[in-house]
C-alpha cells in the first residue's frame, strides 16, 4: 500500500518540463560524504547549483527517493531542503523493522535490567525527553528511544529530541511490544552534529525499500 502511495506521490514533483536524462560515464566514481560514506553525492539533476544526497548510488540519480539536496557541502541545516518524501518512507521502514535491529534490542534488554530505571529517568541534558516508567526491580515496562547515530547519547543518557527517530514500547522482561512504534514528530535529518546517522542494520533495510521503490518507478514512467 505505502509502495504504490509513495510511486504517485512521486509524479506530483515532476516539473512540468522534461529534464533531459543525465548519462555519466559508468567509470566515474561516485563521491560521498566524508564524514558519513554510507550518502552518495549526485548533481541535482533541476539544480546544478546544488547537490542531491541519496542512499542510493544510482546515476542518473532518482530524486523522488533522496534524502534532500544541499546549497553546500559540507551539508549544514541552513543549506539542507529536505524531500518532503523521505521521512515518512524512513518512518514506515522502522516502524517495520526496527524491533528486529540487534541494537534496538540490546536497548530493550538493558532498559529491563536492574539498572534499567536509571536509563529511563528524564534528561535535562538533552531537551527533557524521557522514557515512560523503569522496568528495573519492578517488572514494570516503559518506553525506548530510538535514536540517530550522528550523535549517540552518554550511557544513561537519553538522546536531544532532534536525534530522535521514535519510541517503542518495551515490557518489564525487555521485550519490543509488537506493533508500538511512534514516530517522535523532533527528529531532524541533518542538524550541526551531521547527516542521517543509521545503523548498519536499518540503513540495509532502508536501502532495500528504497530500491524496491526505484523499480517501481523505472516500471511506472
Do not use: C
Request: charged letters at 15%.
Amino acid at each position: 500500500m505505502l509502495s504504490s502511495t509513495f510511486v504517485r506521490s512521486t509524479r506530483s514533483l515532476r516539473p512540468a518540463i522534461r529534464i533531459p536524462t543525465l548519462h555519466l560515464r559508468a567509470s566515474r566514481t561516485i563521491s560521498t560524504l566524508p564524514e558519513n560514506p554510507q550518502i552518495f553525492i549526485h548533481k541535482d539533476p533541476f539544480d546544478s547549483t546544488k547537490s542531491l544526497l541519496s542512499l542510493l548510488p544510482t546515476t542518473p540519480p532518482t530524486p523522488q527517493l533522496a534524502i534532500g539536496t544541499s546549497s553546500s557541502l559540507p551539508v549544514t541545516p541552513q543549506t539542507f531542503t529536505s524531500n518532503p518524501l523521505f521521512l515518512p518512507l524512513l518512518s514506515s521502514v522502522f516502524a517495520t523493522h526496527a524491533s528486529s535491529d540487534p541494537l534496538v534490542q540490546a536497548q530493550a534488554a538493558a532498559f529491563a535490567s536492574p539498572g534499567g530505571f536509571n536509563l529511563s529517568r528524564p534528561n535535562d541534558g538533552a531537551g527533557g525527553a524521557s522514557h515512560q516508567g523503569g522496568a528495573g526491580g519492578g517488572n514494570i515496562g516503559g518506553w525506548i528511544h530510538v535514536s540517530d547515530l550522528r550523535n549517540p547519547p552518554d550511557y544513561g543518557r537519553i538522546a536531544w529530541p532532534e536525534d530522535i527517530i521514535g519510541s517503542l514500547e518495551v515490557d518489564g522482561n525487555g521485550r519490543i511490544v509488537e506493533g508500538s512504534w511512534q514516530d517522535s514528530g523532533s527528529y531532524r535529518v541533518v542538524t550541526r552534529e551531521g547527516v542521517l546517522g543509521l545503523s548498519e542494520f536499518m540503513r540495509g533495510r532502508v536501502v532495500m525499500k528504497l530500491q524496491e521503490l526505484e523499480q517501481q518507478i523505472k516500471n511506472n514512467p
